[in-house]
């Protein structure tokens, strides 16, 4: 009942907003227009008016034009940022969840993008569902390994801060490179490129080249980044997301280590600067678009490690493709039922676009998500110093499930090269 009021009265101020100027509001020099969710948006217009007295000072802080599709599009007063994020995070545990724009245009066409729909993108892709990879995907899972992603965690943990503008930031990208370049094996169709940004920190991009079809592109990424606003240089980013970006390197390592040729290009991609707004992944999914590559699917791992629910990973439902996300089912019910590699599932949502596949999405890329716990029991740690291994599953076996999942997604929608033996 309550949020039903906040939400009309946030309604009724934008409607103000609009009526007093009479025209549409243009944003002075660092003003940024934002888009973020009508419930977070609500929330912080009743703090604003709850802190301003009467005075009307506090409440122009945040002057929203509309609502499309429940979100929100706003000139935000960029003293208020701090008390912004602080809201969004008190009311809605979300570290951020708000978009930044440089015009009114570009955040209305954010609100309205129409592949964030439910079913959207799905209309839009198609990608193949069949499963016919056993003879390379059962022996490869033999070879996740859960101590090899606890030694990358470890190695991302101790440069302190990944943060995106920092040099240690731009140094981890270097040595994940070297890690990933460690695995070729002389492979020639193997190579591994940074892909640089308008900031320090470089995304870090492996592919095998496909044999038949290397304009078609499978990827799975995580994000090289970690954020602590309260210290930038502390910052560990373990299960945010180290455990991520060491359960796509174990992927990566049992793929080339079974010597899987894939008829399809395969993706590896850890991801600069997404606790700052999904940049890094934006910037990857826009370029790709521009060259005209085609991504035929992409699967997010962001937070692995941290046992907080009861299943073994949630299913993200928002701003992800339903189909991708049921595919993903299918191999679990193909490859995880039982026994050392059972996996058992369940599914979540974030309500934003809370990582990386919602830049694959906002472009209209099929994208799915496992998440290690549901949204409201996820890992208390991240974004702090405390987010370190001792934290999640130093075993390595939990985000090892992940792996073995990303495993059955890269030789699936890759397809082998060679016949079944
Ligand atoms: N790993 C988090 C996303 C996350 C946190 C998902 C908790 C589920 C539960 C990610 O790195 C992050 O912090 N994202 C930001 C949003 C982003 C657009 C800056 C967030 O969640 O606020
Ligand atoms: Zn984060």
Redesign the pocket.
Same mark, same amino acid.
């Not at 997404?274 to 999904?278: A, D, K, R």
């Given at each position: 009942m309550g949020h039903v009021r906040v939400f009309l009265r946030s309604i009724l101020l934008a409607t103000t907003a609009i009526g007093l100027s009479g025209e549409p509001m243009v944003a002075q020099d660092g003003t940024p227009w934002i888009v973020l969710g009508s419930d977070a948006s609500a929330s912080f217009t009743t703090n604003l008016s709850t802190l301003d007295n009467g005075s009307g000072r506090m409440s122009s802080g945040l002057r929203t034009t509309q609502t499309i599709n429940g979100r929100t599009v706003a000139l935000l007063d960029p003293v208020l940022e701090g008390l912004l994020q602080r809201t969004i995070h008190t009311a809605h545990h979300?570290? *951020? *969840?708000y978009t930044v724009h440089p015009t009114q245009e570009a955040a209305e066409a954010e609100a309205q993008n129409p592949n964030y729909e439910p079913g959207a993108v799905d209309r839009l892709a198609m990608f193949p569902s069949s499963i016919d990879q056993q003879a390379a995907v059962r022996p490869a899972l033999d070879r996740v390994k859960g101590e090899n992603i606890v030694a990358t965690i470890q190695k991302l943990q101790s440069f302190g801060t990944r943060y995106y503008q920092s040099e240690s930031g731009q140094n981890a990208a270097l040595e994940l490179k070297g890690l990933w370049e460690s695995y070729a094996n002389g492979r020639p169709d193997f190579l591994v490129k940074l892909h640089t940004h308008d900031w320090r920190q470089n995304s870090v991009v492996a592919s095998i080249r496909g044999t038949e079809l290397p304009d078609e592109i499978v990827v799975i990424g995580g $994000?090289l980044d970690s954020i602590n606003t309260a210290n930038v240089d502390a910052a560990p980013g373990a299960d /945010? /997301?180290a455990s991520g970006v060491g359960a796509v390197s174990e992927t990566l390592r049992v793929i080339l280590v079974s010597g899987f040729r894939p008829k399809r290009t395969l993706q590896f991609i850890a991801y600069a600067a997404?606790?700052? *707004?999904?940049r890094g992944s934006n910037d990857i999914a826009r370029t790709y678009r521009e060259q005209g590559l085609r991504v035929i699917a992409a699967l997010q791992l /962001?937070?692995t490690g941290y046992a907080g629910s009861s299943e073994d990973m949630y299913f993200v439902t928002d701003y992800v493709s339903a189909n991708l996300t049921t595919f993903l089912k299918d191999l679990i019910r193909e490859y995880n039922g039982s026994g050392p590699h059972s996996i058992s599932h369940g599914v979540t949502a974030?309500g934003y676009?809370?990582?990386d596949h919602g830049s694959w999405t906002r472009y209209g890329v099929p994208s799915a998500f496992p +998440?290690e716990a549901r +949204?409201e029991d996820?890992n208390q740690s991240? $974004?702090s110093p405390n987010d370190l291994l001792e934290q999640i599953d130093t075993t390595g076996e939990r985000q090892a499930k992940f792996s073995k999942l990303g495993v059955e997604f890269m030789m699936e929608l890759g397809k082998s090269r060679d016949p079944a033996p």
């Open positions: 979300r570290c *951020g *969840g $994000h /945010d /997301d997404e606790e700052v *707004g999904l /962001d937070m974030c676009a809370c990582s +998440f +949204f996820y991240i $974004h």
